[in-house]
């Protein structure tokens, strides 16, 4: 899968050599107190450059808080011309966009739930045309590279050049420390298919709690990502909309000054030592494909045996055994036993289809 995403900032929001861009505010604005003291708190941390702040909150169930509207943009108004930061906020409907430009907001982005609607991301697109504001997509709540990609594409297309991707978790089913998954596979995908569209990484949202946030910013810088958005709120335990996920702006401050910074290449040694170790991983690689490939057409042998005598494709007392054993030799091996049933399950559903495939043609 390709993309067309052209991407050239006329107006660069920070210098990425220097630090991860940082976006920082509350959850929700709830009130302009609370907007203007939690902001002045935030502009006296140097790593912030850009103030969010919800202001129409799309709720699961009605009667929740759903944010104080367009009431609010003025109240960003001043927090941009008192503090100097630049504001963001999240927007659903073409005439969010239209009372938002009015404000002079410097970011816009869309959220989970509108990324979902290809429809919605089209009529937001129309209503973006030529408008000089910054864009961020956050992934869609199912993990779909091409859904998120295709979002990013409309906006683009509707001549929108300063883009960014938001990073923010996928709504998962199975048991997880985390309010969303984060599926780091996706955004590296995302990044190798697009490696000039900046990435920012949202910890509240994939962490759901305080608590997991440092092991998560640190994880997105780790892997190259080029910046977070936290929600920060002048007293979390009392907000509006989800408060676990909130810190204070003090805390902001230590969680950014703990965070450690990687060079993303070394000195001459390092690269040599570096090159040398990639190339025997090229090797190894090149191995491995061998010896998939040869199970392969054992595999293929096996369905010509099982076709010529009538026999079921699937044997689940074979597979059990399988997986039995082989998780046994690789968990000896120190090799992690999620990973590994993950493994042997593509390499089995695979083999399934190989098999399904000969007998059905040669019926």
């Not at 009529?123 to 000089?132: D, I, S």
């Not at 080029?226 to 805390?251: F, I, R």
Request: proline share 7%.
């Amino acid at each position: 899968m390709g993309t067309n995403i052209d991407i050239s900032f006329s107006e660069p929001l920070w210098n990425p050599e220097k630090f991860p861009l940082i976006l920082a505010g509350p959850c929700s604005a709830e009130t302009e107190e609370q907007v203007l003291q939690t902001a002045r708190q935030l502009a006296q941390i140097p790593e912030v450059k850009i103030f969010r702040a919800g202001l129409w909150k799309p709720r699961t169930r009605p009667g929740s808080f759903e944010g104080v509207g367009g009431k609010g943009l003025p109240w960003l108004q001043r927090v941009k011309a008192e503090t100097g930061l630049k504001t963001a906020v999240e927007v659903a409907k073409p005439e969010h966009i239209e009372k938002a430009l009015e404000f002079e907001i410097d970011v816009l982005w869309l959220g989970a739930r509108t990324v979902v609607s290809p429809f919605v991301v089209q009529e937001l697109a129309e209503a973006l045309k030529g408008a000089p504001v910054t864009v961020m997509i956050k992934n869609p709540i199912i993990p779909d590279l091409k859904l998120w990609v295709g979002a990013l594409e409309r906006i683009n297309a509707a001549g929108i050049k300063n883009l960014f991707a938001i990073h923010r978790g996928f709504h998962y089913f199975e048991k997880s420390p985390f309010r969303n998954a984060p599926m780091w596979e996706i955004p590296i995908e995302l990044k190798r298919l697009a490696p000039q569209l900046p990435i920012i990484v949202d910890p509240s949202h994939i962490c759901g709690r305080r608590d997991l946030l440092p092991e998560i910013s640190q994880k997105a810088i780790d892997l190259e990502m080029d910046g977070l958005m936290l929600e920060v709120h002048s007293n979390p335990d009392e907000a509006l909309t989800d408060a676990s996920q909130q810190v204070s702006p003090p805390v902001l401050e230590e969680l950014l000054s703990r965070l450690v910074l990687r060079h993303k290449t070394g000195n001459p040694d390092f690269e040599n030592i570096l090159e040398t170790l990639r190339t025997e991983i090229d090797k190894l690689d090149g191995e491995l494909l061998q010896i998939l490939a040869k199970r392969m057409e054992i595999i293929d042998e096996i369905a010509d045996y099982k076709r010529e005598n009538n026999i079921t494709i699937l044997q689940m007392k074979r597979w059990a055994g399988i997986l039995s054993d082989r998780l046994s030799i690789g968990t000896h091996l120190q090799l992690e036993e999620t990973f590994l049933k993950k493994l042997l399950n593509l390499i089995h559903k695979e083999s399934i289809r190989r098999q399904e495939k000969i007998i059905n043609d040669k019926k």
